[in-house]
Nanobody, 122 residues
Framework: QEKLVESGGGVVQSGESLRLSCTAT????????LGWYRQTPGKQRELIAT???????VYGDSVKGRVTISGDNAKKSVKLQMDNLEPDDTGVYYC????????????????WGKGILVTVSS
């Protein structure tokens, strides 16, 4: 069973919006943060945005001002709203959970989702 279930990718035109969702499934006692990273050919995986369970959001420099991350602690999920998309935003977007505990006794483990493709055409 996948630990992180991602949804919302697809093909959009430049300037349009898209929303990605990620939910931690199965046994989840707690998770420090959930977020999104992007992978493009020839580049390292880069941070898009993360959100801690305490409500602290961190955004990557390449998307600041164009994306908003929000979360639901009870559902262990986050949504990434991306606006004014550009062709350079094309890539595979991965959800990541930092320090996820499946039980009260831990240990915390980091998880990656399988990735979801976002294509922005010009």
């Amino acid at each position: 069973q996948e630990k992180l279930v991602e949804s919302g990718g697809g093909v959009v035109q430049s300037g349009e919006s898209l929303r990605l969702s990620c939910t931690a499934t199965g046994s989840v006692f707690s998770v420090y943060s959930l977020g999104w990273y992007r992978q493009t050919p020839g580049k390292q995986r880069e941070l898009i945005a993360t959100l801690t369970s305490g409500g602290i959001a961190v955004y990557g420099d390449s998307v600041k001002g164009r994306v908003t991350i929000s979360g639901d602690n009870a559902k262990k999920s986050v949504k990434l709203q991306m606006d004014n998309l550009e062709p350079d935003d094309t890539g595979v977007y991965y959800c990541r959970a930092d320090n996820l505990w499946t039980t009260k006794s831990g240990p915390g483990v980091d998880y990656w989702g399988k990735g979801i493709l976002v294509t922005v055409s010009s």
